[in-house]
């Protein structure tokens, strides 16, 4: 498809149009709106969810969701490590299709690896996990209330790994099309089937977190089966027949180039995350279950930020692999003012309003006071977050694997050392601000890699594009 082709009646309006051609406000509606709404949806559920479990008034089941949620982020890194990867990937050659339409033949193998090797990982990881489940809990960081509730609940999730590994998969590769809409829809579709079997699960039949996992696993299978046929249905490129199935470094190399980052940030994120819930369970059930619902409350906006950063990957992706400079410059600088107009007027509506959202989920004086400093610190630390989410997205993006993994690294080298000297220091206060000392910290290294990888990125700029090479390498 040429670019002059794009302009036709026909092609004026298609996933396709938004990613090459499309004015950049429709553009940016058109892909980070969507996300964004599934996005808020999903952390409002989260929020409900900690509610039905809450209203089972037993604290340990609450914390074992919060021991429970670090193996989540390990399996979405599992899924995003070939759904990052490969929607990158198939982005830029969409764009860089434009000029050499032979790319286009390259998707199918690079959809069907991305698909099975998130199926297959997920198959590993999870036989893994059941087989050390004792060792695993522990290493979660359950105490020994905590211990039941949590088994019960990591087991049922480890069941669903595949499935959950695929799911985070297949969403990555509909948006890498520009489908954001049908993203959305998979996602809401997912939580809303969430909804259901909660009440069923949990309400209705006395399954407690067991039900809450079953429910997850479940929705996600609703998820799958949804884009999985509209992929069969209406996209011209992706396939997800096995047959297409490849080792060939031509495209290992550039799925794991970018997606080992994914996994490195969520290996890194459990870590902190099992030395936040060693740390702050010495201080009672109490700062750990209101670091549950705090977090959880801090999302909402989070994951609108994150419908921005996420939203727009695949638009950078596409003007990166075809070439096209202006566009990729203008899509940043109108995702940056997204980012800055939501992470200061939600952080501010958030956090005049915190008392009050908290008194929702708890009742009892001291577990409001903490959580409302542990949400005054998350809703800073989601500013930094906003911006550094942006800066990894274009790095992702470009298939810069060094600077990509470095940002998805520095978070955990740094924040190991600063909360455990934040805790020596000042207590649980300490714990409490560390994520937001390390947020900052992290932004200002993408800053400054961001600044240094400028002249690398024209020249790949230059390559997609070779009737522009001259002019690109000269401004560089």
């Not at 929705?219 to 209406?234: G, R």
């Not at 080792?247 to 794991?256: D, I, N």
């Not at 999302?299 to 566009?327: H, N, S, W």
Request: net charge negative; with cysteine; glycine share 10%.
């Amino acid at each position: 498809m040429t670019t002059d082709s794009l302009a036709k009646p026909d092609i004026v309006g298609t996933n396709r149009w938004y990613l090459s051609a499309a004015p950049m406000t429709r553009a940016l509606v058109h892909l980070c709106v969507p996300m964004a709404a599934a996005m808020v949806v999903g952390a409002i559920y989260n929020v409900i969810n900690a509610g039905f479990i809450g209203s089972l008034h037993d604290s340990s089941l609450l914390a074992a969701v919060t021991f429970g949620t670090p193996l989540l982020g390990l399996v979405m890194a599992i899924g995003s490590v070939f759904g990052v990867g490969g929607g990158a990937l198939i982005s830029r050659l969409l764009g860089a299709a434009e000029n050499e339409p032979a790319k286009a033949g390259e998707i199918k193998h690079v959809s069907s690896f991305a698909v099975w090797g998130a199926v297959i990982a997920g198959v590993v990881f999870g036989g893994l996990g059941l087989v050390l489940l004792d060792p695993l809990v522990s290493l979660l960081g359950a105490d020994a209330s905590a211990v039941p509730a949590t088994t019960d609940f990591v087991t049922v999730l480890l069941i669903f790994v595949p499935v959950l590994a695929a799911a985070f998969c297949l969403e990555q590769l509909v948006r890498a099309e520009g489908a954001a809409r049908q993203a959305m829809i998979g996602l809401i579709a997912s939580t809303i089937a969430s909804l259901v079997f909660d009440v069923l699960f949990i309400l209705v039949l006395p399954w407690g977190v067991a039900g809450a996992a079953l429910s997850t696993g479940l929705a996600n299978l609703i998820s799958v089966a949804y884009w999985a046929y509209w992929l069969h249905k209406n996209s011209e490129h992706v396939s997800l027949a096995p047959r297409w199935f490849t080792l060939s470094p031509a495209v290992l190399k550039p799925v794991f180039g970018v997606g080992v980052g994914e996994l490195l940030q969520a290996a890194f994120l459990i870590v902190t995350s099992l030395v936040l819930n060693n740390l702050a369970a010495g201080y009672g059930d109490g700062p750990l279950a209101a670091m549950g619902v705090a977090v959880r409350i801090a999302q909402v906006p989070e994951f609108l930020v994150m419908g921005v950063t996420i939203g727009v990957l695949p638009l950078l992706a596409y003007a990166y692999g075809k070439g096209d400079r202006a566009r990729l410059m203008a899509a940043l600088r109108a995702s940056t003012i997204a980012v800055g107009a939501i992470v200061f007027t939600f952080a501010a509506g958030v956090f005049l309003f915190r008392e009050q959202v908290l008194s929702i989920f708890a009742n009892d004086r001291d577990v409001l006071t903490i959580g409302a400093t542990i949400l005054t610190a998350q809703l800073v630390a989601m500013i930094a977050n906003g911006f550094a989410g942006l800066i990894t997205s274009l790095f992702q993006a470009a298939g810069r694997a060094t600077p990509a993994i470095v940002m998805s690294m520095s978070q955990g080298v740094l924040f190991i050392p600063i909360v455990l000297l934040g805790n020596l220091w000042f207590g649980l206060p300490g714990i409490i601000w560390a994520l937001t000392v390390t947020e900052g910290i992290v932004f200002l290294v993408g800053l400054v890699m961001w600044l240094a990888s400028r002249n690398s990125i024209d020249r790949g700029l230059a390559e997609g594009s070779p009737e522009r090479a001259e002019e690109v390498l000269a401004e560089a």
